[in-house]
């Protein structure tokens, strides 16, 4: 069964933290990358963080240094740690497993068909 469970999101002020967790199905943590998309009003999803079943991690430069994707393959749960966060971070964030883990951006399709609910974040003073 295909689960993908996105959590964590809220409303923060510009500068704070917020983390993300994303429960899947041991079916899809098995696929080597899993990754964290982001869909901002009126435009397209985005993909800004991935990481390797072996831990090598790749992040769009709009969030590089701010942040980090990580994963617990004994529990099937992927997180993504937010800090300094920035108004033009407020997007629903997506967890899935992009087709290739050197995709970043626009336009990277993920290997299963299926989107969870998301979570909303929203980035505002």
């Known amino acids: 069964q295909v689960q993908l469970v996105e959590s964590g999101g809220g409303p923060v002020q510009p500068g704070g933290s917020l983390r993300l967790s994303c429960a899947a199905s041991?079916?899809?943590?098995?696929?080597?990358?899993m990754g964290w998309y982001r869909q901002a009003p009126g435009k397209q999803r985005e993909l800004v963080a991935v990481i390797r079943r072996d831990g090598i991690t790749n992040y769009r430069d709009s969030v590089k240094g701010r942040f980090t994707i990580s994963r617990d393959n004994a529990k099937n749960t992927l997180y993504l740690q937010m800090n300094s966060l920035k108004p033009e971070d407020t997007a629903v964030y997506y967890c899935?497993?992009?087709?290739?883990?050197?995709?970043?951006?626009?336009?990277?399709?993920?290997?299963?068909?299926?989107w969870g609910q998301g979570t909303q974040v929203t980035v505002s003073s």
């Open positions: 041991g079916t899809i943590f098995s696929i080597n990358a």
């Open positions: 899935n497993t992009p087709m290739y883990s050197s995709c970043l951006g626009y336009g990277c399709q993920p290997i299963i068909d299926y």
